[in-house]
C-alpha cells in the first residue's frame, strides 16, 4: 500500500512541477512519469482492415490539450475515403488501444512537421521549451514507441546526448553523387538540425526531444541514421538520431 500511494505521490509531483511553470529540477523518473500520458501514437483506422488499426509514428500533445505534433513523413499521403479511412491517434486502453480521429491542419514538409487537431476531451500536454534552450553537450531525453505496436503501446524512454547542431543538409562530396532531388535540395535555404547520440527506432518518428529536469519539450525525433537497409535499424541501430529545433514546431502551431 505504502509503495503504490508513493508512485502516486512522484506522478502528482511530476505533473504539478510541469504544470506550475518549472520552478524546481525533478528527476528522469518524475519527468518521464509526467510525460508518457502526453505520448501517442499516429496511424489511420479502416474498420474493414486487419488490423483494423495502423500505427505509423509517435506524436506528443502540446497546447490547449487538442493540438498533436509529429513528422509530416508520419502522415499518410491519402487515405481511402471510399472505404472511410481515418487519420488519428492511437492511446492506450488497458490491455488494448483505442483510436481518437483528428484532423490534419497544417503541414510544414520542409522541417518534416505535421499540426493534427482532435476533438473531444483534451489530454495532458507537454510545454514547448525555449528555441535557444539546446546546447552541445546537453543532456536530453526522448519518448516514444520505437517497435510501435510490435509489443504493444507502452512508451519508451532514451537517454540522449546533444552530439552537435549541424546544418540539415550537407553538400555531396562530389559531382556524381548529386542528383536532381540533392540538387533542389541545395537550393534551399539551410536550417540547423539536432544531431544525437541517442539510439531511435523507426516508431519514433514524432517523439518529443526534452529537458530530463524539466519535460520541456526542444525538438521533435524525425529521422534515424541507418546502416545498410532500413530493416538493420532495428537488428544494429547506429546510435545516430537527428531532431527539428522546438522554434519550427512553435512557427506551425502560430500558422
Not at 482532435?118 to 535557444?132: D, Q, V
Not at 549541424?166 to 536550417?191: G, K, W, Y
Amino acid at each position: 500500500m505504502t509503495r503504490r500511494l508513493f508512485g502516486r505521490y512522484v506522478v502528482a509531483a511530476a505533473l504539478l512541477c510541469l504544470a506550475g511553470g518549472l520552478t524546481r529540477a525533478a528527476t528522469l523518473p518524475q519527468t518521464v512519469a509526467a510525460v508518457k500520458p502526453s505520448i501517442v501514437g499516429v496511424g489511420t483506422q479502416l474498420q474493414t482492415r486487419s488490423p483494423a488499426i495502423v500505427f505509423s509514428g509517435t506524436g506528443f500533445v502540446v497546447g490547449d490539450g487538442l493540438s498533436v505534433i509529429t513528422n509530416a513523413h508520419v502522415v499518410p499521403d491519402k487515405l481511402d475515403a471510399a472505404r472511410m479511412e481515418q487519420l488519428g491517434v492511437v492511446l492506450p486502453d488497458g490491455a488494448g488501444v483505442r483510436f481518437r480521429p483528428a484532423q490534419l491542419v497544417a503541414l510544414d514538409r520542409e522541417h518534416d512537421l505535421a499540426h493534427l487537431r482532435l476533438e473531444g476531451a483534451p489530454l495532458p500536454a507537454l510545454r514547448l521549451g525555449n528555441a535557444a534552450g539546446a546546447a552541445e553537450g546537453q543532456a536530453l531525453a526522448f519518448t516514444g514507441f520505437p517497435l510501435g505496436m510490435v509489443l504493444g503501446l507502452h512508451p519508451a524512454t532514451h537517454r540522449a546526448l546533444l552530439a552537435a547542431v549541424t546544418p540539415v543538409m550537407q553538400p555531396s562530396l562530389n559531382a556524381r553523387r548529386l542528383d536532381a532531388r540533392a540538387a533542389a535540395r541545395l537550393q534551399r535555404s539551410p536550417f540547423s538540425i539536432y544531431q544525437l547520440d541517442g539510439t531511435a527506432y523507426p516508431g519514433n518518428s514524432g517523439s518529443p526531444l526534452y529537458d530530463p529536469e524539466t519535460g520541456m519539450v526542444l525538438g521533435v525525433i524525425n529521422m534515424v541514421f541507418v546502416k545498410g537497409l532500413k530493416e538493420s535499424a532495428i537488428s544494429a541501430p547506429s546510435g545516430i538520431t537527428y531532431a527539428i529545433p522546438v522554434r519550427h514546431v512553435q512557427e506551425l502551431l502560430d500558422r
